[in-house]
């Protein structure tokens, strides 16, 4: 092909993996969204390939001419092993439709070049197998003539670009841009001051120093003070805007939103109650060298696209690890105004449906959202922060994962942080190793989404103890050691996880519970703390043999006190490695920690 196409990595790679966070696995179509020539995103559009315009671009952020272009479509094939003509030619009538419909596709050009693929899911009663995704290229022109798979031309090698590289791309001539009112208002105002026709200036626009964006400005970059880095997880805005309504000189009209007057400067007034609002908050993004008058049209569409059928709501942003930019969410508010996650379960499932999310674990609720607006995560610590060490990611995938057992194995899935002594300007040699491998249980929730709290510290998890009663203020910066039982109480404590203690009373009987060890990596997916009357470990998976029993254990030891980036030392000395059955002592119990996952909405 004469463009050559890249692809969201997250997006290649997630797709036909064994885990249930597969991405394109739901059977149906995905509209696939670029930037210049990158596929950044896809959009499910359902089994008939439904493109909800509203929808589609309530996932996207709003920009002038719809950088955000569709560039192709997926199908995900259920219970086929291969894809037939059948398959291609109700793919090309489908996006041939979307190019005639017009909708964020580039009309001007008949050798615009687009994307087909393709993969399946085949579900039996033993398994769920997914196939990777199979990519094929084809100009627009080609589109009506292509009716088998020989026709088309195979990306064989599809080239994948990561987070870090799609976000410098798009914020190296783009601004993000947050939109809001400092109240929730009523929409019925709103709309009215939007759809104004006789005066082009009904609604303002403020920075934080209350100054207002006019039109007579040049450049909305004359705006930007200091652009904010995108290199971070957390994306935060370039510039946040207030939106003001202007009132008449004398204070007269509806007095029952935030209001400019022109006469007398900027006035807040409060909000009187109405029933249908909107805690109003959008994101946008926009060229950087964009004149100020398409800006403010630009804010206005940002507006519109947010409120568009909505009623008595509130917007939340959120960061996903896998999308270069932050997206928005639309939620009910209860008659107290506020959002109950209990009650938006409906809207969250849609949302993760739209954006490929699985649904087994609840990225969307308002418990996880970001304050973009105010440049705050969604983050709360107890103590004093200590100087944080960085520390090394999925240390075991450095080691040998095939079963030396004859049998199978059963490892953590996803990413976890490697805590281990004298890391984060902490000196615990000695006393700290239960401290450690709760903490890296908990980098393991924070790294899945499952929290946006900060990986607590020792003092932290001091402190909890005595709340809840189970230490004497005395404990708070003690050397005391916590084991098993205490972690329990604190996942519960900080993120309502319950936890299985499995007691075992002799380390010679470890080697039969690997049936319970190997379900708990299957289910839970997540690290195990080792406790008891000797040293803390943490489990990261086993290689168990259901004939012989005979069992091996991944360990991933805190005691270690080396250089935290030293993976050679790590591996070759046993501080991350699988480790017999003699590990456990006989004449040792051992407390086995195990976090029960809600794997829900």
Partial sequence: MDKAFRFNKDLIDGCGSDSDDSRLSQIGYYVLVAYNNTVVQAIYCGETCDVNQSLIDSCLPVTLNNVFKIIGLHETVANKDTIDSSNVQQSLEKLSLIIKNGYRV??????????????????????????????????????????????????????????????????????????????????????????????????????????????????????????????????????????????????????????????????????????????????????????????ITLFKQAIKTQINGQSNCKAFHFQLGFLPYPITTIYSKTSDGKVDDALTYNQRKQYHQLLDLPLTRAYLKTSLCDDLVNNKPNTTNNSKKQTSTQHLINVHKNLDLESKTDGSVYLVDGNYEYYHYLQDNMDDNGWGCAYRSMQTICSWLKLQNFTKKPVPTHLDIQKILVELQDKEQSFIKSKQ???????????????????????????????????????????????IMIGGGVLAYTLLGIDFNESTGETRYLILDPHYTGATDNIKLIKEKGWCGWKPASLFRKDAFYNFCMPQIKNDL
């Fill in 481 to 527: 050691w916590i084991g098993a039982f205490e972690i329990t109480l604190c996942l519960d404590y900080l993120y309502n996880i319950e936890c299985k203690i499995l007691n075992i009373s002799s380390g010679a009987d470890v080697v039969y519970k690997s049936r319970e060890l190997a379900k708990h990596f299957q289910v839970n997916k997540c690290p």
């Fill in 106 to 295: 580039d009309q001007q050009q008949e050798q615009q070049q687009y994307i087909i693929s393709f993969s399946t899911v085949c579900e039996s009663e033993q398994e769920i197998k997914r196939s990777g995704i199979s990519v094929y290229g084809l100009t627009k022109t080609a589109i009506a003539t292509t009716k088998s798979l020989d026709q088309l031309t195979l990306i064989s090698d599809p080239i994948k670009v990561g987070q870090e590289a799609i976000r410098a791309e798009i914020y190296k001539s783009n601004y993000l841009v947050s939109i809001s009112t400092t109240t929730s208002i009523p929409l019925n105002l709103l709309k009215s001051h939007l759809e104004s026709n006789g005066d082009t200036n009904s609604i303002y626009f403020t920075t934080s120093d209350k100054s207002i964006i006019s039109n007579q400005q040049t450049n909305i970059k004359d705006w930007i003070k200091s652009p904010t880095k995108k290199e971070d997880t957390i994306i935060y805005p370039d510039i946040n805007l207030n939106v003001l309504f202007k009132i008449t000189a004398n204070g007269s009209g509806n007095t029952s939103a935030p209001a400019v007057s022109v006469e007398k400067g900027i006035t807040l007034l409060n909000l009187g109650e109405n029933i249908n609002t909107i805690s109003m908050s959008t994101l946008c993004i926009i060229d950087k060298e964009a004149k100020t008058q398409d800006a």
